[in-house]
């Protein structure tokens, strides 16, 4: 395992953190419900939907500075200017596409010291409504034994362009822990327990998300319909059974 010296990086985080509540309470109408239910240490899974590269900076917004998260090494729908925050942050870059086996293994060492770990399981923001889980998120709370949070985050795509006097309303939903999850399998049938776990924390999320945002959890047929049209995966799979 990848030891990290958790906490990380804890002045640079409360000064960023202090800079994203701002920017939100000036450029937003923020509205989060639950707040009580985010936990200050772990270990603990904040998992959210993602349909914006703003929900980052939302996760930053709703958790304590101690979170550590993902974030892609090659991020295809995120402005080049947008790019420096989790820099500073410090975040774990995973690579689309493939299995980030260093990234995975600070993320179990952060969770085993107690912390706090925030992950998007979609693995990308190329659509406006849910889609299937990665692995990834998965495998951490199999590997870790850490409950998972479900979180939603609306109306975050609406943000840019910036429109101060009418503000974009941002709306953060904090569910209650699921888990935790744990596998028995090996190989396909390790696979097919992952995915599972992924379902139920997809769920999670859904539940905590408007109807027609669910994807295909929905009770509307013709949003599951569309969901079928954008839950492909835009990368080259990646082999989870040599992990």
Known sequence: MSKVNYPRRQVIRFALKGLVHTAFWALTDLEI??????????????????????????????????IEFFAGSNPAFTPAWAEFLPKLWGVFYVRRGSVSREALRSAESVLSQGGL???????????????PARPGAAYLAARTGA?????AFTGFRDIFPLRLRNQAKVKIKVGTPIGP????????????????IGEKIMRGIAGLLP??????YSSDPEVRKAAREVADYPWKDADWDEV
Request: charged content about 30%; hydrophobic content about 35%.
């Open 33 to 66: 419900e639950g707040q009580d239910r985010v936990p200050e240490q772990g270990p603990m899974i904040i998992a959210g939907n993602h349909f914006s590269y703003a929900d980052s900076v939302a996760m930053i917004r709703l958790a304590p500075p101690r």
């Open 181 to 196: 999850f744990h596998t028995t399998g090996r190989g396909r049938e390790r696979r097919e327990q992952l995915d599972e």
């Open 211 to 216: 109807d027609e945002l669910q994807g295909k």
């Open 117 to 131: 770990f925030g992950i998007f399981p979609e693995g990308g923001a190329w659509a406006e409504m849910l889609r």
């Open 147 to 151: 409950p998972v949070l479900p979180v």
